[in-house]
């Protein structure tokens, strides 16, 4: 089974704090992606990577930044942690495949509060 | 990518066959309609896909209009451990997005017992 690993379920912050939220996956899966969900707004795309060391904003950017320097590992940085920043965080990962529609396998979450 | 609409939420008995529709009616020939489920507390969990034939996998069947403008997500004897939030998702086909998959609201799904 494809595993995407989240390093932390929860996590507390103080604002200004810079944070990282690590995600592993270990299917050798190309694409990886980051997602933040908040009541009422459902899951929105924060930042996707298609391979190592690339990376491409997704909806909301703003805020964050991101780091791929291994295939298998994606993190999410908060360089400067505001309390609109809490929320629930969620990775996913994908093969890609031209030819063959495959699905993304999410992580458990990281529920971020900013303090 | 075309854009979905799902009831709010729905109540099935624990059992019966929960039926979930989904309209989407601006789909473009080359895209999929996907369905993932929450969990309270979870990552989502993809559950099937499909173009424009019904499919059945192990959790669920797709069936999907002939004018591809409707699909219905069954799930042919729901449990209580079916109560999750349902998502409908279509978008152009390759790795379950290269570029994201873009999620609404989804449909609450509430088994009783």
């Known amino acids: 089974d494809v595993k995407v690993t989240q390093s932390s379920r929860y996590l507390v912050k103080r604002t200004g704090e810079k944070v990282f939220l690590e995600c592993v996956q270990d299917m050798d899966h190309e694409n990886m992606f980051w997602y933040r969900q908040d009541p009422g707004l459902g899951l929105r795309l924060i930042y996707f990577s298609y391979d190592v060391k690339m990376k491409e904003k997704g909806d909301i950017p703003e805020g964050y930044s991101v780091s791929r320097e291994k295939k298998e590992r994606f993190s999410l940085i908060l360089e400067s942690a505001s309390t609109n920043q809490t929320s629930m965080y969620l990775c996913?990962?994908?093969?890609?495949?031209?030819?063959?529609?495959?699905?993304?396998?999410f992580g458990q979450g990281t529920r971020l509060t900013v303090v | 990518d075309a854009k979905t609409t799902q009831p709010t939420s729905m109540d099935c008995a624990e059992g019966r066959a929960a039926n979930l529709p989904c309209n989407h009616s601006t789909i473009s020939g080359n895209e999929y309609v996907y369905w993932y489920r929450q969990i309270h507390s979870q990552g989502p969990q993809y559950i099937i896909h499909?173009?424009?034939n019904n499919e059945t996998n192990e959790m669920a069947s797709l069936i999907i209009t002939e004018d591809r403008k409707s699909s219905t997500l069954i799930l042919p004897h729901a449990t209580l451990r079916d109560t999750a939030v349902y998502y409908c998702i279509v978008r152009v086909g390759s790795g379950g997005g290269a570029d994201g998959l873009t999620f609404g609201k989804g449909t609450h799904l509430i088994i009783q017992p």
């Open positions: 996913a990962s994908s093969l890609t495949d031209l030819l063959v529609n495959t699905e993304a396998f």
């Open positions: 499909g173009l424009k």
